[in-house]
Nanobody, 122 residues
Framework: QVRLVESGGGLVQPGGSLRLSCVAS????????MGWFRQAPGKEREFVAA????????DYLESVKGRFTIVRDDAENTVFLSMNSLEPDDTAVYYC???????????????WGQGSQVTVSS
């Protein structure tokens, strides 16, 4: 079992930055892929970023490349999503998730956090 608890969302102006955190319980965190997804109002949930424990596999949604960074701290069972140059289109509920192998597909993730609201608005 893996339990994921997120924090760090909020309201930010366009061009601003936020960092989301996701703390995982469970002994297998360091062997699992960690990912971030988001769901904007009226839209389907979409992949944002994912990274394996070794870092050999890493991918981002095209529209966030160069602005978002996924970082793992396996010693603290924590994964972060650093978001810079935020845009109104980044407004969404952000979810961290865990999978047994690297994937950008929602269906492959079997554990999910509760979600954290990020609102980008002036």
């Amino acid at each position: 079992q893996v339990r994921l608890v997120e924090s760090g969302g909020g309201l930010v102006q366009p061009g601003g930055s936020l960092r989301l955190s996701c703390v995982a319980s469970g002994r297998t965190f360091s062997r699992r892929t960690m990912g971030w997804f988001r769901q904007a109002p009226g839209k389907e949930r979409e992949f944002v970023a994912a990274k394996t424990s070794s870092g050999d596999r890493l991918d981002y949604l095209e529209s966030v490349k160069g602005r978002f960074t996924i970082v793992r701290d396996d010693a603290e069972n924590t994964v972060f999503l650093s978001m810079n140059s935020l845009e109104p289109d980044d407004t969404a509920v952000y979810y961290c998730a865990s999978a047994n192998y690297f994937s950008t597909q929602e269906r492959d993730y079997d554990y999910w956090g509760q979600g954290s609201q990020v609102t980008v608005s002036s």
